[in-house]
């Protein structure tokens, strides 16, 4: 049974390039969440997606950044004209559908890491 | 202000000793969820606690949410190396929400 799978592992942009980050989510879930991990910082929630959804965007600076998750394929966190602000570990979490409305586990993917030169 | 304090920051322990790591809110936790991190690493889900009192265990490692459900502690018993890591707590701190907000987490390292 894989578990959470990100792609690629490793991104290296210039400044100004388009970023795009996939997340597969363990098979069953249905919930996909981007967490950030800025370095020396702790991990941020940035947006949390189900089919063709965004939920919660709370957490996603205003502008360069979005996310979906479509209803074939991965999840893609994209951020535009990428700054060097923005390297970081990006980590995508997923949990099965919850029933009764209560949180349930997430599971999270080895993340990628982005570095902007 | 963090708005989950993990207590301590490090803990340097002796192979073989038992620790315990907290994790304290200001507010009511509704999901409360203990995670282990190897340095440039992904997150290893470890436990979640939901009901004020409850316990779990697996293998050398449990974790409780106190009654009145604002803290947390996970503690290991007879400590391996292979314990050593960041372990960090995350919290679900809206009723019915799904996001989790992390404490800053506690660097775990075992000396042989």
């Known amino acids: 049974n894989a578990g959470v799978m990100q792609n690629p592992r490793h991104l290296v942009r210039r400044r100004g390039q388009e970023a795009r980050l996939r997340c597969s989510p363990m098979k069953g879930h249905s919930h996909v969440y981007w967490y950030r991990q800025l370095p020396e910082e702790g991990l941020k929630f940035m947006v949390y997606?189900?089919?063709?959804?965004?939920?919660?965007e709370s957490g996603m600076p205003k502008e360069r950044f979005s996310a979906e998750f479509p209803k074939e394929g991965p999840s893609i966190l994209r951020i535009q004209q990428v700054v060097r602000g923005d390297s970081a570990a990006y980590f995508c979490a997923s949990s099965p559908l919850s029933s009764s409305g209560r949180a349930t586990e997430q599971y999270f993917g080895p993340g990628t890491r982005l570095t902007v030169t | 202000s963090q708005e989950l304090e993990q207590s301590p920051q490090s803990l340097i322990v002796q192979e073989g000793k038992n620790l315990t790591i907290n994790c304290t809110s200001s507010k009511t936790l509704y999901g409360l969820y203990w995670y282990k991190q190897k340095y440039g690493e992904g997150l290893i889900f470890l436990m979640m606690l939901q009901k004020g009192g409850e316990e779990k265990s697996h293998e050398k490692i449990t974790a409780k949410l106190d009654e009145k459900k604002q803290q947390s502690s996970l503690h290991i018993t007879a400590s391996q190396p292979s314990h050593a890591g960041i372990y960090l707590c995350g919290a679900v701190r809206i009723q019915g929400a799904q996001k989790l907000v992390f404490g800053q987490g506690t660097r775990l390292t075992i000396n042989p």
């Open positions: 997606l189900q089919k063709e959804n965004i939920i919660d």
